[in-house]
């Protein structure tokens, strides 16, 4: 079973920053997408970016220019970058991977795990 552990959350003054770190146990030179999701009180949880295999990103128009996702294989984590945060970025981040598995050499599936979820605070 694939672990994902996040790490970095906080409190933090508005237009502050952090870094989030996501830890996968898995290699993730072999995924099929990985990305950050958030949660704020009362709300859906909601795409703040991705990054996908071929290396594309894409961000959440609320987060563009502020926020910047990447990931370093050797290491098999996954980082999302946040600055000049936002009293409305306060919300519980998840980091999330698609991990292609395989029989022998024969592509099985994208099967996709989640990280427990890390607390982000912005304060005025």
């Known amino acids: 079973q694939v672990q994902l552990v996040e790490s970095g959350g906080g409190s933090v003054q508005a237009g502050g920053s952090l870094k989030l770190s996501c ?3 898995a290699d993730i030179s072999r995924n099929c997408g990985m990305g ?3 949660q704020a009180p009362g709300k859906e949880r909601e795409l703040v970016s991705i990054i996908r295999s071929d290396g594309t990103i894409n961000y959440a128009d609320s987060v563009k220019g502020r926020f910047t996702i ?3 294989n050797g290491k098999n984590t996954l980082y999302l970058q946040m600055n000049s945060l936002h009293i409305e970025d306060t919300a519980v981040y998840y980091c999330a991977a698609g991990i292609k598995e395989y029989f022998g050499t024969i592509y099985l599936r994208c099967s996709n795990y989640w990280g ?3 607390q982000v605070t912005v304060s005025s």
């Open 23 to 25: 830890a996968v146990s």
């Open 36 to 38: 950050w999701h958030r």
């Open 70 to 72: 990447s990931r370093d």
């Open 116 to 118: 427990q979820g890390t």
